[in-house]
């Protein structure tokens, strides 16, 4: 079993940053683990943000590509993601999520593990 907390949410406007972190714990070894962050905004369905697989290779939504940079600490056992140039369309509640595979994806239904999410508010 995984655990995944995230933190670092907030409200922030227009044009600014962001870093949120997910921490892991549990009977693992999160080196092994693919891990990324996903958002869901009100009334829209969940969507794949960015990813990270074991080796650092990274992957990201067309929409924050060159925005955001996802980064892994596996010493700590944590992932992050810094988000700049932030928009009102970013406002989303932000999960981490963690795969049990070593090859990282978009699709969510792979990822095992969920964190409980936190909240990224962009006022214009």
């Known amino acids: 079993q995984v655990q995944l907390v995230e933190s670092g949410g907030g409200l922030v406007q227009a044009g600014g940053s962001l870093r949120l972190s997910c921490a892991a714990s549990g009977r693992t070894t999160f080196s092994r683990y693919s891990m990324g962050w996903f958002r869901q905004a009100p009334g829209k369905e969940r969507e794949f943000v960015a990813a990270?697989?074991?080796?650092?290779?990274?992957y990201y939504a067309d929409s924050v590509k060159g925005r955001f940079t996802i980064s892994r600490d596996n010493a700590k056992n944590s992932v992050y993601l810094q988000m700049n140039s932030l928009k009102p369309e970013d406002t989303a509640l932000y999960y981490c999520?963690?795969?049990?595979?070593?090859?990282?994806?978009?699709?969510?239904?792979?990822?095992?593990?969920w964190g409980q999410g936190t909240q990224v508010t962009i006022s214009s």
């Open positions: 990270i697989n074991w080796s650092g290779r990274t």
């Open positions: 999520a963690a795969d049990s595979t070593p090859i990282a994806t978009k699709d969510a239904v792979a990822y095992n593990y």
